[in-house]
């Protein structure tokens, strides 16, 4: 299951990708710009919050091994 984090960042990078094409769209490369910058900063957020996830299993994962 998705964490906060994962969520957050897929939807930053998908209001990125609108504001890119709204720039495109209107001729606005300061739009198109910031489109790019928030696509980029949705994508990290995303991956670090996936990595952080992973963890969080990996460590659930060595506890069950240990009641065991």
Excluded: W, Y
């Excluded at 490369?29 to 900063?41: C, F, I, N, P, T």
Aim: no cysteine.
């Amino acid at each position: 299951m998705k964490n906060q984090d994962e969520l957050n960042g897929k939807a930053e990078a998908i209001k990125g990708k609108v504001k890119q094409a709204a720039g495109d769209l209107t001729n606005n490369e300061r739009l198109h710009d910031e489109g790019v910058a928030d696509e980029a900063a949705g994508k990290t957020e995303e991956m670090l919050g996936r990595a952080r996830r992973k963890v969080g299993e990996a460590i659930e994962e060595v506890g069950d091994a240990i009641k065991r």
